[in-house]
C-alpha cells in the first residue's frame, strides 16, 4: 500500500508505537474495550495489539500478500490522529443474505471487508467516508478486488449513513445470528 494514502483533508498511514495512547482512546471513547477489563489491561492488550499490527505490516509485504490490517487516520491539518480504517479478511455466512440465497445457516466465507472507527469528537464531519473511499479506490485499482464489503449492527446508524454515503447497497441479514452481522454493505468495483 502507497503510504500514506492522501484525501483532501486526510493522511492514512501505517501505525506506529507512538499511536498507542491514541488507539487505546478510541477504543475506549467508542466503547471496544471489555468491561471487566481494568485500565492498565486494557492498555497493555492494546499495546500487544499496535505491536502486533505493525509487525504484520512486514511480514504481510515479505508473503506478497494484501495489505490487511488497520491504518492510522490523521487530519493533515495539525497531523491530529482521528480514527482507524482498514482493509481486513471479512468471515461471515454471506449465504444468509437475500441476494446470496437467503439460507438459514449458510456456512462463512471470506470477502475483503472494509472497516472504519471515527473518534466520537470527529464523527458527522465526513471522515469515515473520504477514509472509507480512497481505500476502496485503492482496493480496486491497486488490489484490483472486484468488490468491498462492511458490516454492522442495525442501530449503528453512523455506520449505515457512511456505508451509504460510499454508494454501497445495504442488505438486512434476515436471519438473527451473528449479531454484528445485521446490515452489510456491498460495494462493487466501478465500470
Known amino acids: 500500500m502507497p503510504e500514506p494514502i492522501e484525501t483532501e483533508r486526510l493522511l492514512i498511514r501505517e501505525l506506529s508505537a507512538s499511536d498507542l495512547l491514541d488507539c487505546h482512546r478510541l477504543n475506549l ?96 464531519r465526513g471522515i469515515a467516508s473520504e477514509a472509507g473511499r480512497a481505500l476502496a479506490n485503492f482496493a480496486f485499482q491497486a488490489l484490483r478486488v472486484e468488490r468491498v464489503l462492511a458490516c454492522t449492527e442495525y442501530d449503528n446508524v453512523g455506520s449505515i449513513a457512511v456505508m451509504r454515503s460510499l454508494g454501497m447497497q445495504l442488505e438486512r441479514n434476515p436471519e438473527p445470528e451473528p449479531p454484528w452481522f445485521q446490515i452489510t454493505g456491498t460495494l462493487e468495483k466501478p465500470e
Do not use: C, M
Open 29 to 124: 471513547d467508542i466503547g471496544w474495550n471489555e468491561p471487566s477489563l481494568a485500565e492498565k489491561e486494557a492498555l497493555e492488550r492494546r499495546q500487544r495489539w499496535l505491536e502486533w499490527t505493525i509487525r504484520g505490516y512486514e511480514q504481510l509485504r515479505l508473503l506478497d500478500q494484501p495489505p490487511y490490517g488497520e491504518r492510522a487516520v490523521v487530519l493533515k491539518e495539525g497531523h491530529v490522529f482521528v480514527g482507524l480504517i482498514g482493509l481486513v479478511p471479512l468471515l461471515a455466512p454471506f449465504g444468509q443474505l437475500p441476494s446470496r440465497g437467503g439460507r438459514a445457516l449458510a456456512p462463512f466465507t471470506a470477502e475483503v471487508g472494509l472497516f472504519w472507527a471515527v473518534s466520537p469528537a470527529h464523527q458527522g
